[in-house]
Each structure stands twice: as structure tokens, then as C-alpha cells.
């Protein structure tokens, strides 16, 4: 609990209102789509940049730790309270503060949800190419934290490739400018791009230049049904070597056919190995050409049913099965822990097969979810989380699907972050220099390691450890 | 330099691969200072060995591709990359090269392109500089509004370190987050990071179609409104350029000269059918809008050809070797009114002053006549360009934008925070001792 004092004066800082120190209204902030937990010692919501910067000088002042927090989707533990800390969320601060489709920027404030932004830039006919699956609840501030990416990323990149600039209040409370409406207009170092994927360990993001793009003329997608999972993945590469960069490739497997079709009850075939939703954009005049060759390099590849989504209906019947595919699993069990690992699109059958083996080593079901395009991997491991055996397999797991990813030479996380729960992994990933680094960068932005501490790299506190100890009653840090 | 480093130095590379003498030197190097020694390591462990040797010994290290710039290396030694120019690797399946950092930009281009693959970004000095150029720089071209920027091309690196360990980063994906974004965040760096030996570039496939149209205006106001109205019909082209009389008149079409004027320089590249219907557009607007002259390639190798000569004029108005040059940004949207008004400023600049304008980028480079006070014009432009909500690009543009706003502050932070992390990567100072300075 915080000594009255220390209530009083962050009360004071962001308004009566704005402030939650009760355990049960700190408990609905205490986790996020992991499945750890922790109860932070009070949640304060800032109005403003000026808000945050006092709340930074204050936490500053008697050694306070502050944990930034958006919706809270989370999925590496990055925005989880730790001991004794309280969280900076910025719900409260969701303006869209300009939309110039004519210089092709939008600025807002970083707790808008990135939905919310989007059916905004709709009205000019715009629109912000980063939608995470979690783009309804996820907020645009959360998105530059983690870098995410979504399932546009094949043809438009990630998150980092549309942040111009930002405002960012320091961890000694100084508020500065980088980056800006423009390109070109940084200051030495692409400071941007380090606070991009950097999940609020570095400083406070508290306003975004975004980049938007004009939408495109036309869409198609396409589903595209297979018997097994190897002959989803040749077409994949067979689309791929073809010169044709979709925006979307998107796979689910046997298991996740089945529960996404009980959810949104779309027809599909349940024994079928895999299924791929493709889907291209550009000219008119140019797709049906696309379609036409996607077809043959399919059939080439034994697809076992090709279908063009006639309607936009029956185009956002696919999206919304894959897009809640996540969620579809709730009916077969009670938990899953959702993996993110990262390979080189030529090692994706190589991936499927590491993830079959997890699952029967560890005897787990597996639904396989994948960003096919970018050989990125969304595993689904099922479990009961009441069964501590259960838990411990998963972990297991886990570490085996981080390795093997690894092996073929990619990465354990594509889009979803460190935070806490992968840290213990990056040694597998990065050398001793290259964590080191990660300190050293840590360190020139908050040596105190007062905002966000304990994700991505640990490091040793300067000085304010002494402070730390008379802010929070009966608590030990 | 003492006897003994050189000695050393030798032994690292060979005896053919360090030059003392003065005269052989010059050929690699640009610039008023003088460095003892110019050498050209064979590869990462070399490069890591010579610069671990500066590092403990505090000499001071510059780099570059073919030359380096010698500013702040007197008495130190000036690195030059060009022997580590091998394409490793060029991966079709996950659309990937491998390339030493002192790879030719164009002769990569080329190679891969006989493949039927495509690295977008264009030579940092024009007609041709090195990958590890490309990366260090970090430049935007006139095409980045389609491509994006060269950041968008970097998966990962191996860099030498200021202290000579040598870093790994990334890998063949496109989607990485794995702890900070240490792969795009030295892109840009200027060298002053680190010495990025070799490089995991992203690839894209050729485009299907390409054509460019060239259309010529009798005033600079009617090329940029042409521009304008080119963005309101929603046709956002791979390139859009205008490049006034002065500066046009410098290329040198091989199909026929344009008539004289000041031009506006389009270049698709995409799928066949919109390609060809876009061009078709362009080249009808540019007629009713009263267009002196219309010139539509779609032919290779005049394509090639136009490409090369505007690799050519970049590289005479480009980069760090154009001492009179002023770099703004102003949007897309107000690069019209940002020419009106600079038309007042530069009185010249239909004649003799020279012009570029990168209108998707909202970029617009003037290169004004003798008869311009700079320091004086510098401040002008500023003005305007923050008026339009722009600024004028980089380093200069920042503080002079700090310094309009009173933003002292923030400036001092900025520095003090760059500073910290420059120094965390190099903390005895010795690489690329001319930038910052």
C-alpha cells in the first residue's frame, strides 16, 4: 500500500478521479493476455503529456516505480505491475489530435485504441496499415511499445514502419520531441525506432505521428483449403517465388479449423489438414490476374478447394474466423499459452514439424497459427492451468519451440515482445555483448530503472534503492 | 602514427593492404585533414583486430566505402571497406542477400536484378557508393513514399564494435522484436556506432512494368500545381520529382531532348495493367495542362538510361558534396505554396539557383546561387518551412527548430542524450570522429 502522503500528492497530480488505490480496482489491472499476475500498489490515469511529466518528477522524487499500461492485451508480460509499483495507464489519453490525409500523418495521444483510429481515418478513405489481432482493444501506445505487427506485414511492414515521430516524457520527467510529421527529421540518432519495441522501458510515449496510406482501390480474398499442412506451406513459397506479395497469408491447421468454425459457424470442411486465407490488394485491373495465377500456383501445390470471397460479407466472415480464432480455443480448454516464434519463411515445414513434435513429447494439443507469409508462428498450446503438471509441460514446451526456432535460424519473438516472460530466453537468442548493450541502453535513458524495470534486460539501479524503501508501507523491494 | 602500430597494422591486413605514403593516399580520401595510414581490411575479423588495436591504443578511426571522409583524423587512421565487397548469399526463398558492407550499390542492384530480384533504395552518392554507405546513411530517396526508407531493408548485421568486439544482429525475417531494435536503430548512425561489416538486406521481386513520363512546364508554380493535381486524382507514383529549368537541363535523354523547362519526372513501377493506365493519365494531364513537352518511356534501356542520368544529377547535388544546399520538408500537401513562396526568397531559382523537389516525400532541396547569403537564406527557409509545419531537415533543422520554438531545453536534453548514448557504444571517442562535431 502507499503512505497516504504518496496518494495524496499523485491524487493531486492527475485529479481525484483518476486514481485507484482499492485492491479490488487494482486487481482488474494486474494482468494481461499471459497468464501471470500482480497487484500493483495504486493505478493512476494522466489527462496529459504535463500529467505524466509530474507523475515522472514525483515518482522520481521519492524513488517510485512507475509501469506504463494501454488495454492491457499484452502478451510477453511487458505491461504487468511488479511489487510495489503503480501503473500509468493511458486510457484517459485517447485523443486523435489531427488526421492530414493530404500529408499522409495522423498524431494522436497514445491511449486511442488503434480501432477507433481506424474507423476514424475510414471517413477520409484512409486507413493505418499495423492491426494486431488485438486492434479493437489494443491501444496505438501499446502497438509502439511492443512493435506489433498483425496480418498486413508481408506487404506493408510493421508497426516501426509507420511512426514518424513522437513525444515522449523521459524517466527524469523531461518531455522531448523526435522524429516529427516529416521524414528526415531526427536528431542524430533514429531515436524513434529505439523506443519502437522498446515496451516502455526507455521513457513514456505519450503522443504518435503515424504514418496512414490512402486504401487501396480493390481487395481479394481468397481461401484456400488443403488436406495437409506441407501443402499449404508449398503454396506459400510457390506464391512467394512467383513475385506476388500479398498483403495477407494466413494459416490455421486442423485444430483451429475446428474451433473456429464451432465459434463462427463459417461451413468450413472439419477434416481438412490446413487452411490459407490470401488476400491481395492494388488495382482492379490487375487482380484478377493475381487471383487467376494464386489459383494455378495453388493447384500446383494439391490444394484441395480454392474459393474468391464473392462479397465483402463473405470476406469478413473469413476475417472475423480468423481474428476471434484466438479466443475459439476457450471450448476445448481452459487456458493456452500463445507462442510467437519467428522462422525464415523457406524453414516453415521444417517449424510445423518442431511444433508437432512439442506436442506429442509433451503430450499437449497444438493449434498452429501462422503469419505464413513472414514464417511467423502463433502456436496455441492448450492446457488446464489448475493442473500444475499441465503448467510445466507448457513451459517446457515453450523452451523447445524457442529453441528449435532458433536453430533454423529465426527469432523467439516476431511480434509480441520480451516483457518478462521471454527474458530468461534472450541469452538462447543474443550474445553476452548484445544483452549487454541492451543494458548500456537502458541505462543512458533511466540508470534508476524507475519506468518499466525487470523487462526486456535487468539492470542494477544507481542510487535510488535507498529512496524506494520509505515510499510504500510494510513492503519490502 | 608510431612505427610500431603500423608494424601491427601490417601484420593484420598484409603489406599491400595499408598505405603511408601521401600521394597513394589521396585517391581515398576527402577532405582538409591528414590521416597517418589507409587500410583495407579483408574481412570482420580484421576490421574487429585493427579496431580493438585503436581503441586501446586511442587512435582514432574513420571509414568509408571507396574514400573517407579525414575530418578529425589527423594522425589517425582512415579504414576503407572496399576489399569486403562479396555477395555471400542471395537467398530466393526468404528474399534475402548477404553482402559485405563494401559491396558497389549498383553492381549488387545489377546482379540481383538478373535474378529478378530488387533492393529499392538508391545509391547514397549517386552513381554509386557502397551497401554499408546505403546503411550508414540512412538516406531517404525520392522513391521512399512507395518503398520506404533503407531501414525497411535491413533484417540484421554484423558490427564491429568502437571497443572492437563484434556484434550479431538479426536474422532472415521480416518480424523480429526481440529485445531493443538495435537492427534499425544504427541505421542512420552515421558510423558512429560501430563499423557494419556485413548485412542481411531485404529483397523485393522486380516490378512487373515500369515506365516513366516526363512532362515540361514554362514556370515552376505550373509544375507544382500539375504535381498537385496529379495527388488530388489519388495517382501516388513510385517516383514524382520536379526538377527545375537549371538542373533539368542537365540530362540527357538518349531517346530525344525534351523541350526546355522545368520538368516533372514520374516513374511507375507495379503490376502491367495499372502501370500502363496510370502512365496513360499522367501523360494526358500533363498535355492539358499545357505541357511544352511530353515524354513517355517504357522501353528498358531507356529506362536504364533515364535512371543512370538521374543517379548522375543526384550525384552532383547530393549528399555531402554539395556545399550550397538547403533541405526542407514541408508535406506533400504544401510543397506548392512552400515553391510560391520560396520563389520569393530565391529570386533565381527559375534561372539560375537550382532545384529538386521530392514531392511524395514533401522534400524540397534548393541549391542557391553565389549571389544568396546562406546563412541568412537558412534562417528564411526555416521560417517558411515551419510555417507550413515542416522543418528543414537533420541536425540543423532540429536546433534551428528548437531555437524558433524556445525550446532550449529540449535541445540541451537532446544532446546530452545522444551524447550518453554515443558514448556508451564508444567510450573512448575514437570512431567517426567528423560526425557531431
Given amino acids: 500500500m502507499l503512505t497516504q502522503v504518496v496518494k495524496d500528492r499523485l491524487s493531486e497530480i492527475v485529479g481525484p478521479k483518476n486514481i485507484i488505490t482499492n485492491q479490488g480496482g487494482m486487481a482488474a489491472y494486474g494482468y494481461d493476455a499471459t497468464l501471470m499476475s500482480q497487484v500493483p500498489v495504486g493505478i493512476v490515469f494522466p489527462r496529459s503529456t504535463e500529467d505524466v511529466s509530474a507523475l515522472v518528477i514525483y515518482a522520481n522524487k521519492i524513488g517510485l516505480i512507475l509501469v506504463p499500461r494501454g488495454a492491457g492485451t499484452n502478451l510477453s508480460g511487458g505491461s504487468l505491475p511488479l511489487e510495489g509499483s503503480v501503473i500509468v495507464c493511458f486510457s484517459r489519453m485517447n485523443r486523435i489530435l489531427e488526421i492530414d490525409p493530404k500529408n499522409f500523418t495522423a498524431t494522436v495521444e497514445t491511449g486511442l485504441v488503434n480501432f477507433d483510429l481506424q474507423e476514424e481515418l475510414e471517413k477520409f478513405g484512409y486507413y493505418y496499415p499495423p492491426d494486431p489481432a488485438s486492434y479493437k482493444a489494443s491501444t496505438l501506445g501499446g502497438n509502439i511499445a511492443e512493435c506489433s505487427g498483425g496480418p498486413r506485414c508481408f506487404k506493408y511492414g510493421v508497426t516501426r514502419d509507420y511512426i514518424l515521430g513522437l513525444e515522449v516524457v523521459l524517466p527524469s520527467g523531461k518531455v522531448i520531441e523526435i522524429g516529427g510529421k516529416n521524414f528526415k527529421s531526427e536528431f542524430r540518432y533514429d531515436l524513434t525506432r529505439l523506443f519502437v519495441g522498446s515496451e516502455g522501458t526507455l521513457g513514456f510515449v505519450t503522443r504518435a505521428i503515424l504514418r496512414i496510406l490512402p486504401k487501396p482501390p480493390a481487395k481479394r480474398t481468397m481461401l484456400a483449403i488443403y488436406n495437409k499442412v506441407e501443402d499449404a506451406s508449398r503454396s506459400v513459397a510457390e506464391i512467394v517465388a512467383a513475385g506476388i506479395i500479398p498483403t495477407t497469408l494466413e494459416m490455421m491447421d486442423n485444430l483451429l479449423i475446428n474451433t473456429a468454425d464451432e465459434h463462427v459457424g463459417l461451413g468450413l470442411p472439419l477434416d481438412a489438414g490446413a487452411l490459407l486465407i490470401i488476400e491481395v490488394d492494388g488495382y482492379d485491373v490487375d487482380l484478377d490476374n493475381q487471383v487467376r495465377l494464386i489459383e494455378e500456383l495453388c493447384k500446383k501445390s494439391d490444394v484441395r478447394d480454392f474459393k474468391v470471397a464473392t462479397s465483402q460479407d463473405e470476406a469478413d466472415q473469413l476475417w472475423l474466423a480468423r481474428r476471434t480464432v484466438i479466443g475459439s480455443v476457450g471450448r476445448r480448454s481452459p487456458s493456452y499459452s500463445l507462442q510467437d516464434v519467428t522462422v525464415p519463411r523457406s524453414a516453415f515445414p521444417q517449424m510445423v514439424e518442431a511444433i508437432l513434435a512439442c506436442s506429442k513429447k509433451y503430450d499437449l494439443p497444438i493449434g498452429i497459427l501462422a503469419h505464413a507469409g513472414d514464417g511467423n508462428f502463433h502456436p496455441l498450446v492448450l492446457f488446464d492451468e489448475r493442473k500444475p503438471d499441465e503448467v510445466a509441460r507448457v513451459h517446457k514446451a515453450e523452451v523447445d519451440m524457442v529453441r528449435a526456432a532458433l536453430d533454423l535460424g529465426g527469432t523467439m519473438s516476431g511480434e509480441h515482445g520480451i516483457g518478462v516472460l521471454k527474458k530468461e530466453y534472450l541469452g538462447l537468442e543474443f550474445s553476452d555483448l548484445a544483452i549487454d548493450l541492451f543494458r548500456r541502453i537502458k541505462r543512458s535513458f533511466d540508470p534508476h530503472a524507475m519506468l518499466n524495470p525487470g523487462k526486456i534486460v535487468d539492470i542494477v539501479p544507481a542510487e535510488l534503492v535507498e529512496k524506494r524503501k520509505g515510499t510504500v508501507d510494510g513492503t519490502s523491494l | ?437
Fill in chain 2, 1 to 437: 602514427m608510431q612505427d610500431a602500430i603500423l608494424k601491427k597494422l601490417r601484420s593484420t591486413v598484409g603489406d599491400d593492404n595499408l598505405v603511408v605514403q601521401q600521394d597513394l593516399m589521396e585517391e581515398f580520401l576527402s577532405g582538409p585533414e591528414l590521416p597517418s595510414a589507409v587500410i583495407f581490411p579483408g574481412g570482420t575479423k580484421e576490421v574487429s583486430e585493427i579496431i580493438s588495436l585503436c581503441n586501446e591504443l586511442d587512435v582514432r578511426i574513420g571509414v568509408g566505402g571507396h574514400t573517407v571522409n579525414t575530418r578529425g583524423l589527423d594522425g589517425g587512421l582512415a579504414m576503407v571497406m572496399s576489399r569486403m565487397n562479396r555477395v555471400l548469399d542471395i537467398d530466393h526463398e526468404n528474399l534475402v542477400a548477404e553482402v559485405e558492407a563494401g559491396t558497389s550499390h549498383t553492381a549488387f542492384q545489377n546482379k540481383i536484378a538478373g535474378e529478378g530480384l530488387y533492393f529499392p533504395p538508391e545509391p547514397f552518392k549517386g552513381s554509386d557508393s557502397s551497401i554499408g554507405a546505403c546503411i550508414s546513411s540512412g538516406d531517404l530517396d525520392s522513391m521512399a513514399f512507395q518503398y520506404g526508407p533503407p531501414r525497411a531493408y535491413v533484417l540484421g548485421f554484423d558490427m564491429v564494435l568502437p571497443t572492437g568486439e563484434i556484434l550479431n544482429c538479426g536474422s532472415k525475417v521480416i518480424k523480429n522484436v526481440s529485445g531493443y531494435d538495435l537492427i534499425h536503430f544504427v541505421v542512420g548512425s552515421r558510423g558512429t556506432l560501430g563499423v557494419i561489416t556485413r548485412v542481411l538486406l531485404k529483397l523485393l521481386p522486380l516490378p512487373e512494368t515500369r515506365r516513366s513520363i516526363l512532362g515540361s512546364f514554362s514556370s515552376i508554380e505550373k509544375a507544382a500545381s500539375v504535381m498537385g493535381k496529379l495527388l488530388d486524382q489519388k495517382i501516388y507514383p513510385a517516383r514524382l520529382n520536379l526538377l527545375n529549368a537549371p538542373v533539368a537541363a542537365q540530362l540527357n535523354l538518349e531517346s530525344r531532348q525534351i523541350v526546355p523547362g522545368h520538368l516533372v519526372l514520374v516513374d511507375l513501377e507495379g503490376l502491367r495493367n495499372s502501370t500502363i493506365r496510370l502512365s496513360e493519365e499522367v501523360a494526358s494531364l500533363f498535355r492539358l495542362e499545357k505541357a511544352a513537352d511530353v515524354i513517355m518511356l517504357d522501353e528498358d534501356e531507356a529506362l536504364d538510361n533515364l535512371g543512370s542520368q538521374w543517379l548522375k544529377l543526384k550525384e552532383k547535388y547530393h549528399g555531402d558534396v554539395h556545399e550550397r544546399a538547403i533541405d526542407f520538408l514541408v508535406g506533400p500537401d504544401h510543397a506548392p505554396q512552400a515553391l510560391n513562396q520560396l520563389e520569393k526568397l530565391v529570386e533565381d531559382l527559375d534561372s539560375r539557383s537550382g532545384l529538386m523537389v521530392y514531392a511524395l516525400n514533401g522534400n524540397i532541396r534548393v541549391f542557391p546561387s553565389e549571389v544568396h547569403e546562406m546563412t541568412v537564406l537558412v534562417q528564411e527557409i526555416n521560417r517558411l518551412a515551419l510555417s507550413l509545419g515542416g522543418n528543414i531537415a537533420g541536425d540543423l533543422g532540429y536546433r534551428l527548430k528548437c531555437e524558433a520554438l524556445k525550446e532550449k531545453d529540449m535541445w540541451l536534453e537532446m544532446v546530452a542524450l545522444t551524447d550518453e548514448i554515443r558514448n556508451q557504444f564508444d567510450p573512448n571517442g575514437i570512431l567517426a570522429p567528423g560526425v557531431n562535431q
